[in-house]
């Protein structure tokens, strides 16, 4: 754990600086653990068993969760990005978080959720004094390299909501051993970011995405599909769809649509490709 007092993270100090958008979400900040979305999963409302199964070091005394929830950490051991990847961080250089949400539901409503908080992380960068833009479905990238990582997970509870547990990795600071575990250079830092006092910086982004996830609640994505559109990395460029490393698709990147499907321009006219597993890869 760092000790620097600017890495710190304080719950009170993040709940202080939230705007009025984030100040019912229960916020929690723990030294070290395993996945922060793991942990949440696990105290979802109608996961008793997933509960009773989990260790007690996710649990504490902390319970099923009756609320949105903020669980961050100094240090994520075992993060976790799409498709089961691993999401490596180091402790002081990365922002490791994930926020559980409760959504009216039904789960198809949900279409276009990570996007739609791609915008949210986005506009708060942004706004801090980092120009970024997204790339189609769950990353937000500086200068077409990776700056964070979105994971959306659902589960359905029993009084009909959906939850979702939101989880995202930032880096701040790419120190060498990091950048060598990572093993690839298309990764993305903010050092500006990282001078920031770390509690503002939760704040600021807490508050985004709780009126984000808020409005996502109320219109679904087409209320964000014009703003996703603007932040688009390669825009007009030739793209490639893999899935499981095979080229499936290709075309030029042409937005998205108000469900947050993939539009591409291609020779035999205009298609939408709907997010799963595949991964959006420049054409070279």
Not at 56 to 73: E, F, H, M, S, Y
Request: contains cysteine.
């Amino acid at each position: 754990m760092n000790n620097d007092t600017n890495t710190t993270l304080n719950a009170a100090a993040i709940a202080a600086g939230c705007a009025a958008s984030a100040s019912h979400v229960a916020i929690e900040v723990v030294a070290e653990t395993g996945s922060t979305n793991a942990d949440l999963l696990a105290r979802l409302p109608g996961a008793a068993k997933a509960a009773a199964d989990a260790p007690q070091d996710v649990l504490g005394d902390t319970g099923l969760l009756d609320g949105p929830t903020l669980r961050i950490a100094h240090e994520q051991t075992a993060g976790r990005g799409r498709a089961g990847r691993p999401w490596l961080s180091a402790p002081g250089a990365s922002l490791t978080f994930s926020l559980a949400w409760p959504f009216k539901g039904p789960l198809q409503q949900l279409a276009g959720l990570p996007l739609a908080v791609g915008v949210a992380i986005a506009e708060t960068v942004a706004s801090l004094g980092v120009p970024v833009q997204l790339k189609w479905p769950n990353d937000v990238l500086r200068d077409s390299a990776k700056l964070a990582g979105i994971l959306v997970e659902t589960q359905s509870a029993p009084d009909s909501r959906i939850w979702a547990v939101i989880g995202c990795g930032m880096n701040l600071l790419m120190p060498d051993e990091l950048e060598a575990g990572i093993g690839r250079s298309d990764v993305a830092s903010a050092p500006w970011l990282a001078q920031m006092e770390r509690n503002a910086l939760v704040a600021a982004l807490l508050s985004r995405l709780a009126g984000a996830l808020a409005e996502f609640d109320d219109a679904g994505f087409a209320a964000f599909a014009e703003r996703w559109n603007a932040l688009q990395a390669w825009r007009g460029e030739p793209v490639s769809i893999l899935d499981q490393g095979q080229i499936v698709q290709q075309g030029l990147a042409a937005g998205v649509d108000d469900i947050g499907r993939l539009l591409l321009d291609t020779p035999s006219g205009r298609v939408a490709v709907l997010s799963g597993d595949v991964s959006l890869r420049r054409t070279a």
